[in-house]
Each structure stands twice: as structure tokens, then as C-alpha cells.
């Protein structure tokens, strides 16, 4: 290759990096420059192709001339003595590698598969997922391997009070579980609107634990009462959208639903289940020859209420858990001796009770009455924190009036019930 006089020849980075620092004429390295076919601003198109003479280029099979030039990347109309057709063909294989190489390995690699079984328990508001197993799973230590466990979540609202967890397996791609992991409180409403998102991840105990993939299932395809069968690839999480992709008619429109959002929430915020069971025992039929008083003596009729457990409690404390105890008020309460407490359950979001209260009250009078439940968080040294409540009676709505209306219905009988708890009671002097 000739260089006008006067004018300095440049190379691009990549024949740069390539120079054969052996004594002699300065030549690129063939091999790697291949890998590089950008055009020289020196070179023309009539500029020899290597610096063979007259000879078979060994990468693309096209013969070039000229001695001591610089290597040119082939272009179309480039001529030698292998012809057009060869350097096409050479131009097509060179773009078709620089392609795949620069694809990232991660999008052409598999993560694995995922077998699992849901089912609905509509009797008991309960969805159980059983997780059976994974094949394939992407290896993410150095001895090629993994130690992978599954995460549950629901979404919206993912946090770490509906988190469930699997057992660990260690070293193996094909892990087997057969472990069944259970939600407790979800109602019908939830299963129509709710996705399950089951991640699968690998677990480190010098760094942090790894993701590998996760499947996201919408609640709304499992019937009630049906076990439903899964065995499906895991995927990457769905990207974030980005604000800058938005136009700003757009950006305004999101700002507002966000604020929006949040005023609804902060409004009526929910912060875990309530499992509430009420009774109304009505008082025993009079024996003969026994009067009102002996009998009032022997058996009163009221209210009875049962506190079962708890689910999906908010965390209040710094450890990301809850002290919490339930309070029960039965009101108007003119003479403050309504109140009722059960037990405080140590650091835990989901507890169990199982306590029994009751009132005893005409059924006159429990028709104008209003029971209220609050779940506290304990807190030792300064005052105990507010989770959340609910108000059942005659003026409240949604399941906590269904809830009432069965109780005075069915008397004797015992009608359990979930209830959603909110940061706020209706009417009631409780706040957060």
C-alpha cells in the first residue's frame, strides 16, 4: 500500500492492538484483525487485501496483490483474484459472527424448568403450592452447580409478611422438593385479582443469594376446589419501564395515577387478615319448676367471639416482624368493661391465638351494638403500635356486615370468617 507524501497514515484501535512487534516490516496480525473489519481512512478500494503476493488469503479464500500493505477489511466491489462472489460470502461469515458474539450469553442460555400444583381451597380461604421440582437450572457457582430454593410472593403487594420459602438443596441443577407451602386468608376476591410470582434462586452464604428465574401465574385460572399442574420455564424478571421511554403527556398522566394511588392507600391502607369466628348463644330454655333468677344464674346468653390467627401482618418492628395481640371493644361502651386482650405472639407476622371472649348481651341489644377488633404490635418501654382493625355491626359494609347479618341469623351457631384489616376504623377514634 502507497501513502501519499504528506499525508500521515492512521490505523484504528483494533490494528493497533494487532501490530506484530517482530523486527521487520510492521504488519497487523491477520487473524485478529479479522475480527475487526472496520475501513481504514488510508485504504482504498483497489488497496491490497493481505499482504500475501498473489496468493490465497487463508480466511476467506480470495487471492489479493500488492506486497507490505496494510490488511484492509473486504468490501463489496473489492477486487482479487478469488473474484466478488468470495468476497461476499467472506463479508456475509465475518457479519454473521460478529453477531452472535455480540449477544449476550445470559438471553441464550436456559434457566431451567418448574414443576409445581396449585390448589384453592374455598372452605378454609387457603391456596396451597405444592413445588415439586426443577430441571435444568442455570449453574451459578464454581463447581458448575447450584444450591437453589423457591420463593413465593403475591403481587401487588409483595413483602416479606407473604413471602414462604422452600428448603435448600445443595449442589445438584435438578432439584426435588415435593414441598407444600400454604396462604392462609385469601379470598375470592384475592384469587381474581392477585398474581403468585414463584422465583427460584441460589442460595450463598458468603455473598448474597443469586437469582436464577421465576414464573409468574395469575390467580384468576385456578378454579376453586381444582388442582391445577404447572411445569414451566423460568424467565428473567420483566424489565422496569423507564420514564425517559415516556413522552411527557404521558409522564404527566403517570404522576397523577401515582398520586392518586397513594392518597387511596394512605386512605385505606391494608395491613394483613383476621380470622374471626362469632357466636350468638341464646339462653336456655326455663325447666320446669326453676325461676328466672336460678335460671339467669345457670345459663347467660350473649356474644361469643373467637380469635383465631392472624396473616400477612404489616411489619412494625426494626427486625422486619411484629409483637402483635388483639383487642376487641364491643360498643357503645358506657361503662368501659368491654375490652378484651389476648396474648402477646413474639416476632412473627403470622400468629396463632385460638382465644375466646364473651359478652353477654340480650340479642335486642346486639343489634345496636358495633364490635370492634384492632391487631396492636407490643412494643416494650414506649406505646404499642397500631396494625390495623375492623369494625363489624349493623352500619358496616362488605364482608364485615355479611360477617354480622350470619351471626344474628344463624343462632348457636359458630360462622368464621377472614377480614381485611385497614389502617384506619370507620368512625372510630383508632389511628396508626
Same mark, same amino acid.
Given at each position: ?52 503476493? /498473489?496468493?490465497? /488469503? ?43 458474539? @455480540?449477544?449476550? @450469553? ?91 410470582? &414463584? ?32 411445569? %414451566? ?50 339462653? /336456655? ?40 395481640? &388483639?383487642? %376487641? ?104
Amino acid at each position: 500500500m502507497t501513502v501519499r507524501k504528506g499525508k500521515r497514515m492512521t490505523i484504528s484501535i483494533q490494528e493497533h492492538m494487532a501490530i506484530n512487534v517482530c523486527p521487520g516490516p510492521i504488519r497487523p496480525i491477520r487473524q485478529i484483525s479479522a475480527y475487526f473489519p472496520r475501513l481504514s481512512p488510508t485504504s482504498s478500494i483497489s488497496d491490497s487485501l493481505s499482504p500475501n503476493q /498473489a496468493g490465497v /488469503a487463508p480466511t476467506g479464500g480470495v487471492g489479493a496483490t500488492g506486497s507490505g500493505g496494510l490488511l484492509s477489511p473486504l468490501s463489496p466491489g473489492a477486487t482479487g483474484g478469488g473474484g466478488g462472489g468470495g468476497t461476499l460470502s467472506m463479508m456475509s461469515s465475518m457479519d454473521t459472527s460478529i453477531e452472535i458474539d @455480540s449477544c449476550d @450469553s445470559d438471553d441464550n442460555t436456559s434457566l431451567g424448568t418448574l414443576e409445581f400444583d396449585l390448589l384453592y381451597e374455598s372452605a378454609t380461604s387457603s391456596l396451597h403450592c405444592t413445588v415439586l421440582r426443577a430441571k435444568g437450572l442455570k449453574p451459578m457457582d464454581f463447581n458448575g452447580l447450584a444450591d437453589p430454593y423457591v420463593k413465593l410472593h403475591l403481587l401487588p403487594g409483595a413483602c416479606k409478611a407473604n413471602k414462604l420459602k422452600t428448603k435448600i438443596v445443595r449442589n445438584t441443577l435438578n432439584p426435588v422438593w415435593n414441598e407444600t407451602l400454604t396462604y392462609c386468608g385469601i379470598t375470592e376476591e384475592d384469587m381474581y385479582r392477585k398474581t403468585l410470582r &414463584v422465583s427460584v434462586c441460589d442460595e450463598d452464604k458468603l455473598t448474597h443469594n443469586e437469582f436464577i428465574g421465576e414464573a409468574r401465574v395469575a390467580l384468576r385460572r385456578v378454579k376453586p376446589d381444582q388442582p391445577k399442574h404447572y411445569n %414451566i420455564c423460568l424467565e428473567h424478571p420483566p424489565p422496569l419501564p423507564s420514564p425517559t421511554a415516556m413522552s411527557a403527556a404521558l409522564r404527566g398522566i403517570s404522576c397523577y395515577l401515582r398520586e392518586w394511588e397513594s392518597e387511596q392507600q394512605r386512605s385505606l391502607e391494608e395491613r394483613g387478615r383476621l380470622l374471626l369466628c362469632l357466636q350468638f348463644l341464646p339462653p /336456655a330454655p326455663l325447666p320446669e319448676g326453676e325461676t328466672k333468677a336460678e335460671a339467669k344464674e345457670r345459663a347467660k346468653g350473649g356474644l361469643c367471639v373467637g380469635v383465631r390467627r392472624c396473616a400477612h401482618l404489616a411489619a412494625m418492628d426494626v427486625n422486619g416482624f411484629s409483637d402483635p395481640y &388483639v383487642k %376487641i371493644y364491643l360498643k357503645p361502651d358506657l361503662k368501659k368493661k368491654s375490652k378484651h386482650k389476648t396474648a402477646v405472639i413474639k416476632k412473627t407476622l403470622n400468629p396463632e391465638f385460638n382465644e375466646e371472649f364473651f359478652y353477654e348481651i340480650t340479642f335486642t341489644e346486639l343489634s345496636s351494638k358495633t364490635l370492634e377488633v384492632t391487631v396492636w404490635d407490643y412494643d416494650l418501654g414506649k406505646s404499642n403500635d397500631f396494625i390495623g382493625g375492623v369494625s363489624l355491626g349493623c352500619h358496616s359494609q362488605g364482608d364485615a356486615l355479611q360477617h354480622w347479618i350470619d351471626c344474628l341469623k344463624n343462632k348457636g351457631q359458630k360462622v368464621e370468617r377472614w377480614h381485611t384489616l385497614t389502617n384506619e376504623l370507620p368512625g372510630s377514634t383508632f389511628h396508626e
